[in-house]
Nanobody
Framework: QVQLVESGGGLVQAGGSLRLSCAAS????????MAWYRQPPGSRRELVAL???????TYVDSVKGRFTISRDNAKNTVSLQMKNLKPDDTSVYYC???????????????WGQGTQVTVSS
């Protein structure tokens, strides 16, 4: 079984910074793309940032220049550095990983439990 455990959420004032981290554990072959999503209250879950295994990153337009996604393939971790936070960034943030299971062939998406980020104005 694969588990994703997130940490680093909290309450911060507008203009502040937070760093989210996510660690994958369990038995698997490898991890392809890793990503962060968020889901504000009453809204659909949206992709915030994604990083491929080779380090290529993409971002939703609203966070470009403020958020940075990174990963450590040796530790099976992914992080999201968030700067100049805005009240609109308030949401539950979820870690996502495309995991190749032990057979080395099948890929499944796994999710973390979510961590709350609240930005006050």
């Amino acid at each position: 079984q694969v588990q994703l455990v997130e940490s680093g959420g909290g309450l911060v004032q507008a203009g502040g910074s937070l760093r989210l981290s996510c660690a994958a554990s369990g038995s698997f072959f490898s991890i392809n793309a890793m990503a962060w999503y968020r889901q504000p209250p009453g809204s659909r879950r949206e992709l915030v940032a994604l990083v491929t295994r080779d380090g290529s990153a993409t971002y939703v337009d609203s966070v470009k220049g403020r958020f940075t996604i990174s990963r450590d393939n040796a530790k099976n971790t992914v992080s999201l550095q968030m700067k100049n936070l805005k009240p609109d960034d308030t949401s539950v943030y979820y870690c996502n990983a495309a995991v190749v299971v032990a057979n080395g062939r099948d890929e499944y998406a796994f999710w973390g439990q979510g961590t709350q980020v609240t930005v006050s104005s």
